[in-house]
């Protein structure tokens, strides 16, 4: 996620939020890796994994029927910055 999260930084995770209500950044897991990533909700019910660094990382379109093994552990509300 960088540049808005760095590499190792610390990162707050509100676990009351485990829905994707609205567009956000969210930590998740999917097929056992934990990821932390945008996530938006598509029409249809897949959902799209963005990240901040698309030259690594392109964007994930996760389908309907792949979505059932996203769990969902929060939404990230804070990330510690270095100077």
């Known amino acids: 996620m960088e540049p808005t999260i760095q ?13 994707i209500r609205e567009d956000g950044v969210y930590a998740f897991s999917i097929d056992g890796e934990i990821r932390i990533k945008r996530i938006r909700r598509n029409v249809g019910g897949s959902f799209t994994l ?3 660094n698309k030259s690594l990382y392109p964007d994930e379109t996760v ?3 792949d979505a059932q093994t996203l769990r969902i552990h929060g939404r990230v509300f804070w990330a510690e910055r270095y100077v």
């Open 63 to 65: 389908s309907l029927a």
């Open 50 to 52: 963005l990240s901040d």
């Open 7 to 19: 590499s190792g930084a610390l990162v707050l995770v509100d676990r009351s939020k485990r829905e």
